[in-house]
T-cell receptor
Framework: RKEVEQDPGPFNVPEGATVAFNCTYSNSASQSFFWYRQDCRKEPKLLMSVYSSGNEDGRFTAQLNRASQYISLLIRDSKLSDSATYLCVVSRGAGGTSYGKLTFGQGTILTVHP | GAVVSQHPSWVICKSGTSVKIECRSLDFQATTMFWYRQFPKQSLMLMATSNEGSKATYEQGVEKDKFLINHASLTLSTLTVTSAHPEDSSFYIC???????????????FGPGTRLTVL
């Protein structure tokens, strides 16, 4: 079983749609959780950290359920520029990624069309 | 945020040659650098973690004699793929974390990656 599993998609949605991505992780010792975005042939970029209380950044909302070992990302009012691969990332380090290696999910491909 | 550069951005080489990839932190001191590899349509896989002045720690299944990592300074780490073969063709990405300007960077900052093609 992979340590971090995501629905690979692809998700094809029209502009303005709401789309949700799910992710599960297997290691209960994981302490830090993130969503990264990766554009084609580019490096991943941090989208947002994920906290147990849930957090929101503009059109993006992330949720963490430690009991179920489940992470989600919700994108509202999708834009064409949101088209990318979204990576669920988990770390055993506390408080930041520098204290522990990052384990990446395989990514979920999102395509937003006009 | 902090900036990490990689050089070269792409390289094509013949089988059996060695290729060196550089990873530099431009505006902070990278006490820890990570090297990842990403095959097409797959996710990033950590190859090794290096702390400045120490030997790198390799992930299971990664040959340390084939992928030589040097992190001799706080701003530079190098990955050398020795005797490269076509199966080593991949996207190699480094990341770095550390401190600069009186601030500790809790996040890993990724370089733009190096696309290696071995013929």
């Amino acid at each position: 079983r992979k340590e971090v599993e995501q629905d690979p998609g692809p998700f094809n949605v029209p502009e303005g749609a709401t789309v949700a991505f799910n992710c599960t992780y297997s290691n209960s010792a994981s302490q830090s959780f993130f969503w990264y975005r990766q554009d084609c042939r580019k490096e991943p970029k941090l989208l947002m950290s994920v906290y147990s209380s849930g957090n929101e950044d503009g059109r993006f909302t992330a949720q963490l359920n430690r009991a179920s070992q489940y992470i989600s990302l919700l994108i509202r009012d999708s834009k064409l520029s949101d088209s990318a691969t979204y990576l669920c990332v988990v770390s055993r380090g506390a408080g930041g990624t520098s204290y522990g290696k990052l384990t990446f999910g395989q990514g979920t491909i999102l395509t937003v069309h006009p | 945020g902090a900036v990490v550069s990689q050089h070269p951005s792409w390289v094509i080489c013949k089988s059996g040659t060695s290729v060196k990839i550089e990873c530099r932190s431009l505006d902070f001191q990278a006490t820890t650098m990570f090297w990842y590899r990403q095959f097409p349509k797959q996710s990033l896989m950590l190859m090794a973690t290096s702390n400045e002045g120490s030997k790198a720690t390799y992930e299971q299944g990664v040959e340390k004699d084939k992928f030589l990592i040097n992190h001799a300074s706080l701003t530079l780490s190098t990955l050398t793929v020795t005797s490269a073969h076509p199966e080593d063709s991949s996207f190699y990405i480094c990341s770095a974390s550390g401190q600069g300007g009186g601030r500790y960077y809790n996040e890993q900052f990724f370089g733009p990656g190096t696309r290696l093609t071995v013929l």
